[in-house]
Nanobody, 126 residues
Framework: QVQLVESGGGLVQAGGSLRLSCAASGRTFSNYAMGWFRQAPGKEREFVAA????????YYAESLKGRFTISRDNAKNTVYLQMNSLKPEDMAVYYC???????????????????WGQGTQVTVSS
């Protein structure tokens, strides 16, 4: 099991930026692909971005391409989500998740991921 702790959320004005971090512990981080998901009140959890264990492959929700960037630092056991040009509709709780499965086909599915963090709130004011 991988323990995940997100940080970096907060209140930002529309058009602003935030960088979320997710620190992992408990297992060899570089063996795990990582994903970011978000959930707004009253809505289902939705895929944001994912990255392979090496960082060589990255996947994004189509609607977020160009604004969000996922990256990882295996030496620091951390995955990041850089969010730019934030909009009120980006407001949600953001979760990171880990899986040791191949993600190339179903990276967008929450059921692929075995371990989840507690989430960090992102609030965007208009």
């Amino acid at each position: 099991q991988v323990q995940l702790v997100e940080s970096g959320g907060g209140l930002v004005q529309a058009g602003g930026s935030l960088r979320l971090s997710c620190a992992a512990s408990g297992r060899t981080f570089s063996n795990y692909a990582m994903g970011w998901f978000r959930q707004a009140p009253g809505k289902e959890r939705e895929f944001v971005a994912a990255i392979s264990w090496s960082g060589g492959s990255k996947y994004y929700a189509e609607s977020l391409k160009g604004r969000f960037t996922i990256s990882r630092d295996n030496a620091k056991n951390t995955v990041y989500l850089q969010m730019n040009s934030l909009k009120p509709e980006d407001m949600a709780v953001y979760y990171c998740a880990a899986t040791n499965r191949v993600i190339s086909r179903t990276y967008y599915s929450p059921s692929l991921y075995d371990d989840w963090g507690q989430g960090t709130q992102v609030t965007v004011s208009s």
